[in-house]
């Protein structure tokens, strides 16, 4: 179970946490993704850590979001900084039972209930 916590509402330029938290199972070395979807659109690929904490990210959010984990906590976090209004959706945090991050929905096994984040001054 993927468990999410952070989000809201920020003014351009902000800053925002997400919060993944795991139970059940250990998630040191499993890949984790964060996604976010907008109303009507698919869900896309944001950042991911992987297996010996390789990272990845898309393009527009290179320079201003971090992934990173905690072990001792069992958890994920996203770090959002200097939020832009096109970062608005909903975020999901996804756990993918191996070390190989993915890009695409379909290839995770677990999800988060999801969570807004809202861009707008």
């Known amino acids: 179970q993927l468990v999410q916590s952070g989000g809201g509402w920020v003014q351009p330029g902000g800053s925002l946490r997400l919060s993944c938290v795991a139970s059940?199972?250990?998630?040191?070395?499993?890949?984790v993704a964060w996604f976010r979807q907008t109303p009507g659109q698919e869900r896309i690929f944001v950042a991911a850590?992987?297996?010996?904490?390789?990272?990845d990210y898309d393009g527009p959010v290179k320079g201003r979001f971090a992934i990173s984990r905690d072990n001792a906590k069992n958890a994920v976090y996203l770090q959002m900084n200097s939020l832009r209004p096109e970062d608005t959706a909903v975020y999901y945090c996804?756990?993918?039972?191996?070390?190989?991050?993915?890009?695409?929905?379909?290839?995770?096994?677990?999800w988060g209930q999801g969570t807004q984040v809202t861009v707008s001054s």
């Open positions: 850590i992987g297996g010996g904490d390789i990272t």
């Open positions: 059940g199972r250990t998630i040191s070395n499993d890949a």
């Open positions: 996804a756990l993918r039972a191996s070390t190989t991050i993915w890009y695409v929905p379909p290839k995770y096994d677990y």
